[in-house]
């Protein structure tokens, strides 16, 4: 059983681990709430049961977590599974608290911390909040699975259970892979994209991913690059906020909202430089698909990006809320991007699909 608040996550972050899991002869079981319809064609693939279960990401919404409990109860009572693997903080707290009793009969909780809320630098009241929940869950886990350095070593300090590492959640190679300049223009051509230099922001607009800084960078970047275009991938609560930032600053033509799309890898391949403003990031995807495809990164320091990116040597990592640093950071992986692409190829290669399904089999013992 794989469990996380929302579908998107499930299909997006763990399509290595249900393949690899599969091919191992595992019978796989998924419960979220279905936001599928929200994602203009992102698909689930894999899962021979999958269970709406009405989750909330705000831990605050006490009342949606009793409906997801009451219902994760029942669906443990009339499947025993060998393993329950939980993820994001809310359905992790959930499901840990029901398949508890579950692990006396011989049930394993793995539970996979994609970013603790809690972290160097963090709020106070995320420590206040999030770290006496996580600690007293640690109880009520076989494996933690961390996917960050600093994350790993604080868990294992701290925490009352088996804790492992892996190298992120397993970038495609399959998807993301690096193409020359012909390909790259027929690409573009494809997706009807103008402009010079391209850059691209992936993520759900909420306050965390901090698309604003991007988007104020664009008025320094257009006196060097007149032509430069922004696009923004993803979709989420600020879309009417960045709408009106973008109009107000008259960058109608230079920026754009994707909105979801299942076809990220073809404007990662598109871009020149990927842009990533998070002011919290757990191991980014999204960075490791640009690494992959030989691409730039320009990115805000943070633990994720940090341990990804090589500052100076594969892009630029800086303070995320300084765009006018992001624009001249740009402006210098645009002199010489292709000493930032070799050295972003060779430096991504632990964060695979294959590196990571490795990592993954000692997990589950395969």
Known sequence: MLVASVLSHICQFHK??????????????????????EKNGLQLEYPDKVFDIPFSRSPMNIASMLRSYSALKEILKENRYEVVHCNTPVAGVVTRLVARNYRKTGTKV?????????????????????????????????????????DYLFAKKNFHCKVVRTHGVGASTERYSPVGEMEKQLIRKELNINGFPILLNVGELRPNKNQKTAISAMPHI????????LFIAGNGPLEET???????????????????TTKSN???????????????????????????????????HNRGHDELVEDGKTGYLINPDDSFEYAVCIARVMNKPDNFSERALKAVIPYSEKSVSEELKGVYGL
Request: hydrophobic residues 40%.
């Open 16 to 37: 290595p681990l249900m393949r690899l899991l599969k091919s191992n002869g595992y019978e796989i079981h998924v419960a979220a709430r279905d936001n599928l319809a």
């Open 222 to 229: 257009l006196k060097q690059y007149p032509k430069a275009q």
């Open 110 to 150: 793995f539970y996979t911390a994609h970013g603790f809320h809690f972290y160097k630098g963090a709020p106070k009241k995320n420590w206040i909040i999030y770290y006496p929940i996580e600690l007293l869950m640690s109880f009520y886990t076989d494996t933690l699975i961390t996917i960050n350095e600093e």
């Open 266 to 300: 073809e404007y990662v391949k598109a871009c020149d430089v990927l842009v990533a403003c998070s002011y919290r990031e757990g191991m980014p995807l999204n960075i490791m698909e640009a690494m992959l495809c030989g691409k730039p990164v320009v990115a805000s």
């Open 242 to 260: 960045l709408k009106k930032q973008i109009a107000d600053m008259n960058l109608e033509k230079h920026v754009k909202l994707l909105g979801y």
